[in-house]
């Protein structure tokens, strides 16, 4: 199982930015999957959730500014995030639930005020 995140950069506050995590080895319509982030000095926090069924599950701080997503076509997960904050400049990771924990390598985003 390969997970390979993208789109991350460097934002000023109130943009957007869509990220993407290309699955490989697994099927993401079969499984739970999550994005989490960390930022510096912080530990890592959930972001947001698809089940399998397509149901969706967001932290506080994001709800009404994030949306989770999947193409079924490109096997891949995205993240669109508007109207960023300073406080969400982190590392982002996807994570796939599938008889253990996958995690992609992390996509840095950088928003500034």
């Known amino acids: 199982v390969q997970l390979q995140a993208s789109g991350g950069g460097l934002v000023q506050a109130g943009e957007a930015l869509r990220l993407s995590c290309a699955a490989s080895?697994?099927?993401?319509?079969?499984?739970?999957a999550q994005w989490y982030r960390q930022a510096p000095g912080k530990e890592r926090e959930l972001v947001a959730t698809m089940t399998t069924i397509g149901s969706t599950n967001y932290a506080d701080f994001v709800k009404g500014r994030f949306t989770i997503s999947r193409d079924n076509a490109q096997n891949m997960s995205c993240l669109q995030m508007n109207s960023l904050k300073a406080e969400d400049t982190a590392v982002y990771y996807c994570?796939?639930?599938?008889?253990?924990?996958?995690w992609g390598q992390g996509t840095q985003v950088t928003v500034s005020s």
């Open positions: 080895g697994i099927n993401l319509r079969a499984e739970t």
């Open positions: 994570s796939v639930l599938a008889k253990g924990r996958y």
